[in-house]
């Protein structure tokens, strides 16, 4: 090639390689403008879904001057788990479950917990709205209260609901052996039923002897689904009888606190729908028949009673039928208690949320660790983890992925969210909740708007799991 035609070679290729910078910048640029926009149609579609969630809690807390003091004292116990038969047990001021707590909503609550177990402890109040340090998890938000050591917690609980509050140590061994109890926060303003009671369901696995099974946190129970007892309780006994007359209304309010099992009452012949869930009003009332309760998750149910007999409740989740207890009606019949249950209307929707990135992601897993099993999210053991962050009054998108075959009931301590979708597909459950199951294969996305600062822990609640590292760690950060 002579000189001049490799110059004019050169002069060609600057061309077109100057050709091709103009080119590059241009999709630079043009990527950049729809990434600007893009962000800004989320940014507004974010604020729009802010809007949407509003007061979706309540119109806010209207605190009085009252102060209810109560002394829970964890200590060795005896129950009759089975009728005449004394069960050790592990309990809250003797009885399995612990003390049925009540306040208005506005009132103050103090427990003092006076731990005479022999080994530490702590209280998570289960779905209530606590100031990050009242939170009761150890090393996250207090250090574990010694034997023979107490504790103060106190708080105002900004929501009326069912809630529950249990050991939040060693949980897979404290859970079982009866350390939980129920905690209601009634709103005076709504309408009154014939009758208001709670229904706390427990499984237990026990020996020959009626006493608890002392093999606690097995492989095997880390390895399946948690610890599954063979015996059911519904607030501590095997023979629950709800005793009504003809036409009352009744508020039955169900708490799961299993280890792992999973329940699905069936109400047979009653006229019976979930009202609440996890606490919260749902938008519309829900069919009852079959709605599937994870350790964790509670529902309020409304219910008639018809004529005279007896109805028993059963589960059948398992495809297997276990009787929980019946509702016996007898006497004259009464004139049914005539009001509209209170929903919350106003309970957004939130579709739209279904075309947002996702802001984080976790996939939920088994592996074999150095010494034990493990349950991951994204490949990390609790307390191997990176907290996720959450800016306060925000909306945030988290996708859950069960990469098992087992169950996971996921509870996000400090807030609630609503499931957007499954599998891809839009859902619209009708109410908030705190905790929520994925079966194997599952993909769930869930939004939430974080109102409560702090960090917070994540975690599956089949005990056995959540103790072999399936937490992890949330951080909502004040905006100001």
């Not at 640029?29 to 949407?52: C, P, T």
């Amino acid at each position: 090639m002579t000189f001049s035609a490799f110059r004019s070679a050169v002069r060609v290729q600057r061309r077109r390689i100057a050709v091709g910078v103009a080119v590059l910048m241009i999709l630079v640029g043009a990527a950049a403008i729809w990434l600007n926009r893009s962000s800004g149609a989320d940014d507004d579609l974010r604020a729009e879904l802010v809007s949407q969630f509003g007061d979706s809690y309540g119109p806010g807390l209207q605190a009085s001057e009252e102060t209810t003091v109560i002394e829970l004292r964890a200590s060795p116990s005896v129950a009759q788990v089975l009728p005449g038969v004394d069960t050790d047990v592990w309990a809250f001021n003797g009885s399995v479950p612990g003390p049925a707590l009540r306040l208005p909503l506005g009132e103050t609550i103090r427990i003092e917990l006076d731990n005479q177990l022999p080994v530490p402890t702590t209280i998570h109040w289960h779905g209530i709205r606590v100031p990050n340090a009242m939170d009761g998890v150890p090393g996250v938000t207090q250090d574990p209260v010694a034997p023979g050591s107490r504790n103060s917690y106190e708080f105002t609980p900004p929501d009326a609901g069912t809630f529950w509050y249990h050991s939040h140590t060693n949980g897979s061994e404290q859970l079982e052996r009866g350390l939980y109890g129920s905690l209601v926060v009634t709103d005076p303003s709504e309408p009154t039923w014939s009758q208001d009671i709670e229904w706390v369901i427990d499984d237990w696995l026990l020996t020959d002897t009626g006493q608890i099974d002392p093999d606690f946190n097995t492989a095997a129970d880390v390895e399946h689904n948690g610890r599954w007892g063979d015996t059911i309780t519904v607030n501590g006994s095997t023979e629950t009888v709800l005793s009504t007359q003809p036409g009352e209304r009744i508020r039955l309010r169900i708490i799961n606190a299993s280890n792992g099992r999973i329940f699905a009452p069936r109400f047979g012949a009653l006229d019976a729908s979930v009202i609440a869930v996890d606490g919260l009003p749902s938008r519309r009332r829900l069919p009852a028949d079959g709605f599937v309760i994870a350790p964790g998750n509670r529902i309020d149910v409304d219910l008639t009673i018809p004529q005279p007999g007896n109805y028993p409740l059963v589960d059948d989740f398992t495809g297997d039928i276990y009787e929980l207890a019946t509702i016996n009606v007898a006497g004259d019949r009464i004139t049914t208690p005539d009001f509209t249950a209170p929903l919350a209307s106003d309970l957004p929707v939130w579709a739209e949320a279904i075309d947002l990135d996702v802001d984080q992601e976790y996939r939920l897993n088994i592996r074999r660790g150095q010494s034990r099993w493990e349950w991951t999210m994204n490949d990390r053991a609790y307390p191997d983890v990176d907290k996720f962050e959450i800016e306060a009054g925000s909306f945030a998108k988290i996708r859950l992925v069960n990469d098992s075959q087992l169950f996971h009931p996921m509870h996000l301590h400090g807030q609630f969210f609503k499931v957007i979708s499954r599998d891809g597909q839009p859902v619209d459950e009708g109410h908030f909740r705190d905790t929520v199951l994925l079966f194997p294969g599952d993909e769930i996305d869930i939004g939430l708007v974080a109102l409560d600062t702090g960090t917070w822990a994540f975690h599956c609640h089949i005990q056995e799991h959540a103790d072999a590292g399936m937490m992890t760690l949330v951080d909502v950060n004040d905006r100001s």
